[in-house]
């Protein structure tokens, strides 16, 4: 079965960084845009950073623009999510998604209705 495996998550005082990984499984990497979503306790479930299948394009939320960085690595399967300048409005379950594209050239999608498989989440705390 397809399988995404998240880590990096922890407890990190604001102004931290953080990175996070994801891991697929049972599928190459390659022809799949991944996406960062989160969900805080009460809150519903948010796109956070998105990337293509090639890599070519990257979808951002207004609220991290400018601190988290989306990347892949197709060769280890990976994709990362650097996270800087952590905020406390960050905390949440973090997880990685994954959809379909083969080799067309699309853009970035970030709504997690449009994502098929899911990691089981990393949790991210950030507290003084």
């Known amino acids: 079965q397809l399988q995404l495996v998240e880590s990096g998550g922890g407890l990190v005082q604001p102004g931290g960084s953080l990175r996070l990984s994801c891991v697929a499984s049972?599928?190459?990497?390659?022809?799949?845009?991944i996406g960062w979503f989160r969900q805080a306790p009460g809150k519903e479930r948010e796109g956070v950073s998105c990337?293509?299948?090639?890599?070519?394009?990257?979808n951002y939320a207004d609220s991290v623009k400018g601190r988290f960085t989306i990347s892949r690595d197709n060769a280890k399967n990976t994709v990362y999510l650097q996270m800087n300048s952590l905020k406390p409005e960050d905390t949440a379950v973090y997880y990685c998604?994954?959809?379909?594209?083969?080799?067309?050239?699309?853009?970035?999608?970030?709504?997690?209705?449009?994502?098929?498989?899911w990691g089981q989440g990393t949790q991210v705390t950030v507290s003084s």
């Open positions: 998604a994954a959809v379909y594209f083969g080799i067309a050239i699309v853009q970035a999608i970030c709504s997690p209705g449009e994502y098929d498989y």
């Open positions: 049972g599928f190459t990497l390659d022809y799949y845009a």
């Open positions: 990337i293509s299948n090639g890599g070519g394009d990257t």
